[in-house]
């Protein structure tokens, strides 16, 4: 069963995407996610933590299409998805889903035309393609590497670019599972100020991660997986809840961890996300 947590005030924000009800699993393992709810809304930044194999790759597979689950439903602007060709062709430009691995999803033999598999199956015009293709390079930051062959590009590179190949069909939607993983600090900043230009231009963005503190600094809304079922609210309220945080094999974030041993209290309104914010507090 999914829980909403207690006193959460529902958002006028309208709702893009959800799941309601949703089971779903694989063959010998038929239990991954039990009856699980959540919602992704307009602009909201949401966080999805759980410990590894909690089942949040799974949620964001059923979210984005790429999973039909066994029973439940998957919501797009309120309206059922169907699981039939045309139907998951249009939810797949509305929801673009990146892999944690790039080298999973990357295959052309160089940048350009890596990006441009997706416009270019859309039936796109070609002036259309290209424009896409370079306004998606330039959001990620990766424009410089346009005619570079696929393997010359470091990780990080590789990341952003699996990135633009989705932001190049233009979904309202980005279903992103553990972006920063395997990054340096460098090549985190880089994704995060990708994030920011593309949020600017109207995507909604996701995060599936069990890094608690980057889902601190950077979510308005957390859901966590832990025992099969989701556990969604504003930050502040999910994030303190040390109890849920243990029963997912997670922590609290260190700004929560150092307060409390300081005696303060976390304000609910305007939580200090970051170092600054705590020695502004301390001071």
Known sequence: MTH???????????????????HAGYPGHDDVLDCVSVEVARGRRLAVLGANGSGKTTLLRCLSGAHRPSTGD?????????????????????????????????????????????????????????????ESLEALGVAHVADRAVHQLSYGQRKRVAVAGAVAMRPDVLLLDEPTAGLDPHGVTAMFAALGRLERGGTTVVMATHDVDLAWAWADEVAVVVDRVVHQDVLVKVMTDTDLMIRAGLAVPWPVRLLRD???????????????????LLR
């Open 4 to 22: 909403r947590l207690a006193q959460h005030e529902p958002s006028a924000v309208p709702v893009l995407l959800s799941a309601a009800g949703v």
């Open 74 to 134: 998957v919501l797009v602007h309120g309206e059922p998805l169907r699981y039939r060709a045309a139907a998951l062709r249009a939810h797949r430009q509305r929801v673009q889903l990146v892999l944690q691995d790039p080298d999973d999803q990357l295959f052309s033999a160089d940048v350009r035309r890596d990006v441009s598999f997706g416009p270019v199956n859309l039936g796109l015009p070609d002036a259309e393609v290209r424009r896409r293709v370079g």
């Open 262 to 280: 300081l005696g303060r209290e976390i304000d609910v309104v305007a939580p200090p996300r970051t170092s600054a914010d705590v020695a502004a």
